[in-house]
């Protein structure tokens, strides 16, 4: 299995980013897909899911800006991020699952992809 983030990068506040994982070495339809964050001291969050049912997720902070999305063809998730603010500014993993129940955490999730930095500055 592998999975692979692209995307990062640093960008000034109320700029964009679009985040792409690539997965392969499993039927990628057959898992859910999300996108956490992390930054240094704190836990892994759930930014944005989507199960294979199309339902989305999104994290209070990040509804109306961020936009999660896949391509089942190319096997490619994407996290579109717009209006991004300084509070946006972590590592952002990529991660394959069963789902879940009120919002993605990452013990639910068995498949990650290499974090790739965001930084937003002022």
């Known amino acids: 299995v592998q999975v692979t983030v692209s995307g990062g990068g640093s960008v000034q506040a109320g700029g964009s980013l679009r985040l792409s994982c690539t997965a392969s070495?499993?039927?990628?339809?057959?898992?859910?897909m999300a996108w956490f964050r992390q930054v240094p001291g704190k836990e892994r969050e759930g930014v944005a899911g989507?199960?294979?049912?199309?339902?989305?997720w999104y994290a209070d902070s990040v509804k109306g800006r961020f936009t999660i999305s896949q391509d089942y063809a190319k096997n490619t998730l994407y996290l579109q991020m717009n209006s991004l603010k300084p509070d946006d500014t972590a590592m952002y993993y990529c991660?394959?699952?069963?789902?879940?129940?009120?919002?993605?955490?990452?013990?639910?999730?068995?498949?990650w992809g290499q974090g790739t930095q965001v930084t937003v500055s002022s």
């Open positions: 991660a394959a699952g069963r789902g879940w129940y009120v919002e993605p955490i990452p013990v639910d999730f068995d498949y």
């Open positions: 070495g499993y039927t990628y339809s057959d898992y859910s």
């Open positions: 989507i199960d294979n049912d199309g339902i989305t």
